[in-house]
């Protein structure tokens, strides 16, 4: 099971900006690794926020619609599932109703001190997916 959507704003601003006008499809990457981030941020002890980093291991983008300067919209992120050392989200780039883009993405959990993987204790499951028992 999958846990409850977390959401951040974003403000389009003039550096996500690329020649033909509209976002950087870079940029959107950007946003979904600042998605996870802040989820991991927000739910996580203090303590596991303080000893582990994350980094991206695959990224899975299809672009719906562009976004443009002033843009307000948002990265809607899901954890789908863990395992092991391994976080799987799913990410919806939007403004208002409309869908910019979908993402899936797998993140490696690692030790920040060692910068090895570091295992995702099953303790976190009630933080991150409460309706798992």
């Not at 991991?40 to 582990?52: C, G, M, T, Y």
């Not at 994350?54 to 443009?68: M, N, Q």
């Not at 959990?109 to 570091?118: F, G, R, V």
Request: hydrophobic share 45%.
């Amino acid at each position: 099971m999958s846990a409850q959507p977390f959401t951040i704003p974003i403000k389009v601003l003039p550096d996500d900006i690329d020649f033909m006008g509209h976002v950087n499809n870079a940029r959107y990457l950007n946003w979904v690794q600042e998605a996870v981030l802040a989820h991991w941020r927000k739910l996580a002890p203090a303590d596991e926020v303080a000893s582990k980093a994350w980094v991206a291991l695959k990224h899975e983008i299809t672009y719906r619609k562009p976004a443009f300067l002033d843009d307000e919209v948002i990265a809607r992120t899901v954890l789908e599932h863990f395992k092991g050392a391994r976080a799987f989200y799913t990410t919806v780039i939007q403004r208002g109703e409309e869908v910019l883009a979908e993402v899936q993405s797998s993140w490696c959990c690692i030790d920040a001190e060692t910068l090895k993987p570091a295992r995702i204790g099953e303790h976190l499951r009630a933080f991150f997916l409460p309706q798992d028992k």
